[in-house]
């Protein structure tokens, strides 16, 4: 399996996907709004776009399905739930179906409520396994619910699917928000050495130059892995009065997602 990440370098730090099979040369396209630059970069590698996925229905993931799917005939593939808001869909989607892209690539369909209540993650599995995030999780961070989702099917989704995953999952998430996320983490979790570590690498960095993170790594800087962590919820208390001195996980990620909303 090959994976390019494509930087459109527009104002919303979108990051448009290929996933290709080495033997035949087909590729899957991931949210790619910026369809143009899909294709011509598809075309770089002389690889062929047969299928088109949207995560969500939001409009910075899905306005260029028509155009590509008009310029290679590609299959287009969203969430079932999603299909209708985003129109032009030949294949709805549910948990546990595997899209297959030529011979050698498959990856797993996630039902990952939260940012929309209609939202896929996909999921490859081996020795690198790897997971399409969408908007759900992003780089030391979570997506927002503004849209159509809600905070507590987004903790479901973390505490009962993306918080299992193996350690050694890359994650390829839809935007680059990883200064920001970290800084967020440093704010809530002051210390944190591995934030601070990357922060320190990352701060000049370009987005497309970004690194891949782990969920290993995750779990180590990204506040919304960290529910227990004592001073995240004593600085939490701090802002919110109410909060009990011995919180659930959720309860300590409802009040960071309220939090980082207008932080």
């Known amino acids: ?32 709004l910026d369809w143009q630059l899909v294709l011509a970069t598809a075309r770089e590698h002389n ?3 047969t299928q088109i996925l949207s995560t969500h229905d939001h409009a910075d993931h899905t306005a260029g399905n028509a155009a590509l799917k008009a310029a290679t005939g590609a299959t287009v593939l969203a969430h079932a739930g999603a299909a209708a808001k985003i129109g032009g869909v030949d294949r709805g989607l549910a948990a546990g179906d595997v899209i297959r892209v030529g011979h050698s690539v498959e990856l797993e369909c996630l039902d990952t409520p939260g940012h929309t209540m209609s939202h896929v993650c996909l999921l490859s599995h081996g020795d690198l396994p790897a997971l399409f995030s969408g908007d759900t999780l992003f780089n030391a961070g979570a997506g927002n619910c503004h849209g159509g989702g809600h905070p507590e099917a987004l903790y479901d989704t973390f505490a009962t699917q993306l918080s299992r995953l193996p350690d050694a999952t890359r994650l390829y998430a839809g935007h680059d928000y990883l200064n920001n996320n970290l800084a967020f983490t440093l704010d809530r ?3 944190n050495a591995a934030a601070t570590a990357l922060l320190a690498t990352t701060r000049d960095r370009a987005a497309p130059d970004m690194p891949i993170t782990t969920l290993g790594e995750e779990k180590a800087f990204n506040s919304f892995f960290r529910l227990q962590n004592p001073l995240i919820i004593a600085r939490l208390r701090e802002r919110f009065p109410d909060l009990s001195e011995s919180p659930s996980p959720k309860d300590v990620f409802l009040r960071l997602r309220e939090l980082r909303n207008t932080w």
Not at 5 to 23: K, Q, S
């Open 47 to 49: 690889w062929t776009i």
């Open 189 to 191: 979790e002051p210390g």
């Open 1 to 32: 399996m090959r994976i390019e990440r494509i930087w459109p370098d527009n104002r919303l730090r979108n990051f448009h996907y290929l996933v290709a099979c080495e033997e035949t040369g087909e590729a899957l396209a991931v949210d790619p």
